[in-house]
């Protein structure tokens, strides 16, 4: 209980501060189950975030719910995706009844110019987190490479293209290279099986 707990503050807690969306949520995620808690291990909370950025729906509450089991199953899972959404559904909600005048006011307006700064460096800084805790492969920072040069072309040239086709190319991608290092391992296989073979038939030839 002391856990399930726990898990629920925090998710609120997350979710009552983040700005941004869940991109901006992924570094404060982060600081919190794995740096702090160490609930998760980095290369988990990696797993999820391309688990929770590639499945339907906002990669916070996936995030939130994908934690929440990790931690205590069902309950968890529950909790979880109740404590990250509670916080912005009644924030939305109040605000929703008095819109117009809400933003009129002059330091509303200036505060959310300052909150757009904000969520762009907790965005940069949460991508630049994940980076460095990610395996340095050749085929890793290929991919990263790639999409980066991509992603800053086409916000220069103006080309509407979406995050989706980013996921689904990288995902082609993983497969393509885990499918050939396969097939390179049973060559490799087969080709020692063979060696050894002819190797224990020379022995035997040889015996007097």
């Given at each position: 209980?002391?856990?399930?707990?726990l898990?629920?503050f925090?998710?609120?807690?997350i979710?009552?501060?983040t700005f941004?969306?869940?991109?901006?949520?992924i570094?404060?995620?982060?600081n919190e189950?794995?740096s702090r808690?160490?609930?998760?291990?980095t290369e988990?909370?990696?797993?999820?975030?391309?688990?929770a950025?590639?499945?339907?729906g906002?990669?916070?509450i996936?995030?939130?719910?994908?934690?929440?089991?990790?931690?205590?199953?069902?309950p968890?899972?529950?909790l979880?995706?109740?404590g990250v959404?509670t916080?912005?559904f009644?924030?939305?909600?109040?605000i929703?009844?008095?819109?117009?005048?809400?933003?009129?006011?002059?330091?509303?307006?200036?505060?959310?110019?300052?909150?757009q700064?904000?969520?762009?460096?907790?965005?940069?800084?949460?991508?630049?987190?994940?980076?460095?805790?990610?395996?340095?492969?050749?085929f890793a920072?290929?991919?990263f490479?790639?999409?980066?040069?991509?992603?800053?072309a086409l916000?220069l040239?103006?080309?509407?293209?979406?995050?989706?086709?980013?996921?689904l190319i990288?995902?082609?991608?993983g497969?393509?290279?885990y499918?050939?290092?396969?097939?390179?391992?049973?060559k490799?296989?087969?080709?020692?099986t063979?060696?050894?073979?002819?190797?224990?038939?020379t022995?035997?030839?040889?015996?007097?």
């Open positions: 209980m002391k856990k399930l707990f898990l629920l925090t998710m609120m807690k979710g009552l501060f941004g969306g869940g991109y901006a949520m570094s404060l995620l982060e189950f794995v808690r160490k609930w998760l291990d988990e909370f990696l797993d999820m975030v391309a688990i950025e590639s499945t339907p906002p990669i916070a996936n995030g939130a719910t994908y934690i929440g089991y990790r931690v205590a199953r069902l968890g899972a529950i979880g995706t109740v959404v916080p912005s009644v924030i939305i909600y109040l929703s009844l008095f819109f117009e005048r809400f933003l009129s006011v002059p330091w509303v307006a200036s505060a959310f110019r300052g909150v700064v904000a969520v762009v460096f907790l965005i940069f800084a949460a991508a630049l987190r994940l980076f460095k805790k990610l395996s340095k492969t050749p920072v290929t991919v490479v790639a999409v980066t040069l991509a992603a800053v916000s040239f103006a080309i509407r293209f979406s995050s989706v086709w980013f996921v990288g995902a082609a991608l497969l393509f290279a499918l050939f290092a396969l097939l390179h391992r049973d490799d296989g087969d080709r020692e063979g060696e050894t073979k002819d190797a224990g038939e022995g035997e030839g040889g015996a007097p």
